[in-house]
Nanobody, 121 residues
Framework: QVQLVESGGGLVQPGGSLRLSCSAS????????MAWYRQAPGNQRELVAS???????NYADSVKGRFGISRDNSQNTVALQMNSLKPEDTAVYYC???????????????WGQGTQVTVSS
């Protein structure tokens, strides 16, 4: 069982920056891919960025060049640095992690509670 705790959301002006952090804790064998998703009112949840254990990254076209995802395997954390923020980035951002339990080889999935990011003047 993995719990994900997020921090860093808030209100920021267009063009500003925010850094989201997510910390994993609990019982697990290994954590594999980690990712950030977001969901705006009336929209489906979409993948923003993902990162493998070895550091390979993938970004949505809408955030490429502005956002950066990183992780610290020793701390079991993942971060999302968001720069040049736009009003359309406004959404609830969710941390996601794929992991295996100590007693089971099958992959499981954990989600954070979500943190609100609002980009507005």
């Amino acid at each position: 069982q993995v719990q994900l705790v997020e921090s860093g959301g808030g209100l920021v002006q267009p063009g500003g920056s925010l850094r989201l952090s997510c910390s994993a804790s609990g019982s697990f064998f290994s954590i594999y891919d980690m990712a950030w998703y977001r969901q705006a009112p009336g929209n489906q949840r979409e993948l923003v960025a993902s990162i493998t254990r070895t550091g390979n990254t993938n970004y949505a076209d809408s955030v490429k060049g502005r956002f950066g995802i990183s992780r610290d395997n020793s701390q079991n954390t993942v971060a999302l640095q968001m720069n040049s923020l736009k009003p359309e980035d406004t959404a609830v951002y969710y941390c996601n992690a794929a992991y295996t339990q100590i007693t089971d080889w099958r992959k499981n999935e954990a989600w954070g509670q979500g943190t609100q990011v609002t980009v507005s003047s």
